[in-house]
């Protein structure tokens, strides 16, 4: 589970590849994510608070949309489990299994 507190969003993703956004103040579900097909493993937002990234077990990362709940993007070209995404600036970096590392840009 990560806080993000500018936004005062929390989220959460589980093993029933789900990612769940609430927001802090109230503890009132705001949006579920669906997509992956498998077990969330890692969670990451962009500086401008605009996107959030997700890894999962299925050897992909989606980007979703925090203003509109949309999915923009699904990345594919893993051949292992996602373990960790990260974002910085508009720099998206995510690690597989056996330190297979890709990086690519959000726009």
């Given at each position: 589970?990560r806080v993000f507190d500018v936004l005062r969003l929390w989220w959460q993703g589980a093993d029933d590849h789900l990612v769940k956004v609430w927001t802090?103040?109230?503890?009132?579900?705001?949006?579920?994510?669906?997509?992956?097909?498998?077990?969330?493993?890692?969670?990451?937002?962009?500086?401008?608070?605009?996107?959030?990234?997700?890894?999962?077990?299925?050897?992909?990362?989606?980007?979703?949309?925090?203003?509109?709940?949309?999915?923009?993007?699904?990345?594919?070209?893993?051949?292992?489990?996602?373990?960790?995404?990260?974002?910085?600036?508009?720099?998206?970096?995510?690690?597989?299994?056996?330190?297979?590392?890709?990086?690519?840009?959000?726009?």
């Open positions: 589970m802090a103040e109230t503890g009132r579900l705001l949006c579920t994510f669906r997509g992956h097909a498998a077990e969330i493993t890692d969670i990451a937002c962009n500086a401008s608070n605009t996107l959030l990234a997700v890894g999962s077990c299925d050897k992909l990362i989606r980007i979703w949309c925090l203003q509109t709940a949309v999915p923009v993007a699904v990345l594919h070209g893993h051949t292992h489990m996602i373990t960790s995404v990260r974002v910085r600036d508009h720099l998206l970096c995510a690690g597989g299994g056996y330190w297979h590392q890709r990086a690519g840009w959000l726009h």
